[in-house]
T-cell receptor, first 111, second 114 residues
């Protein structure tokens, strides 16, 4: 079945640094979604991507829909302590109403 | 708009007890989902519904039942709780439109089964 692999699994960074993470699949996705989950909360949608090659920003966050449609990238610029959390990529499973989620990238920011 | 709400927020059960988790959304969304989240395993789909009166199994449906009697509510039932069902449960909803803004999640229910 379709799977999403996220990398890295976790990362510690210094406040002010830029962060990059990615999500890959062996299958093609027509939509890529990036969510953030704060501790003790539900995931919140950050960015949605609908076309191959699309680059979309939301404040300090920028996400790209890979040209092959098998990957997506999320960058966070000038990280701050509130960026701490788990970042999930997700995409709709083909031919169904379901979504597939990656296992997440856990981000910790050192002040 | 309250978005997606879940009750209760926390619950402790003994093995064999039953309970129902309630999810409500006020966005008039057609699709609703129940997930469980366990450490290191991401979100796994339990059951979902594509409309009032319809439900379908996800990837981990065993031990759970669901009902969607009203469009705005999606109930998740545990008939006989087991320690393996200790988890955080999330409800989500989305609109029918393909290419829409994805799913909106509730705040979660933390369930511990002793």
């Amino acid at each position: 079945g379709q799977q999403l692999n996220q990398s890295p699994q976790s990362m510690f960074i210094q406040e002010g640094e830029d962060v990059s993470m990615n999500c890959t699949s062996s299958s093609i996705f027509n939509t890529w979604l990036w969510y953030k989950q704060d501790p003790g909360e539900g995931p919140v949608l950050l960015i949605a991507l609908y076309k191959a090659g699309e680059l979309t920003s939301n404040g300090r966050l920028t996400a790209q829909f890979g040209i092959t449609r098998k990957d997506s990238f999320l960058n966070i610029s000038a990280s701050i302590p509130s960026d701490v959390g788990i970042y999930f990529c997700a995409g709709p499973a083909s031919g169904t109403y379901k979504y597939i989620f990656g296992t997440g990238t856990r981000l910790k920011v050192l002040a | 708009n309250a978005g997606v709400t879940q009750t209760p927020k926390f619950r402790v059960l003994k093995t064999g007890q039953s309970m129902t988790l309630l999810c409500a959304q006020d966005m008039n969304h057609e699709y609703m989902y129940w997930y469980r989240q366990d450490p290191g395993m991401g979100l796994r789909l339990i059951h979902y519904s594509v409309g009032e009166g319809t439900t379908a199994k996800g990837e981990v449906p065993d031990g759970y039942n669901v009902s969607r009697l009203k469009k705005q509510n999606f109930l998740l039932g545990l008939e006989s709780a087991a320690p393996s069902q200790t988890s955080v449960y999330f409800c989500a909803s989305r609109e029918r439109l393909a290419g829409g803004p994805g799913q909106f999640f509730g705040p979660g229910t933390r369930l511990t089964v002793l």
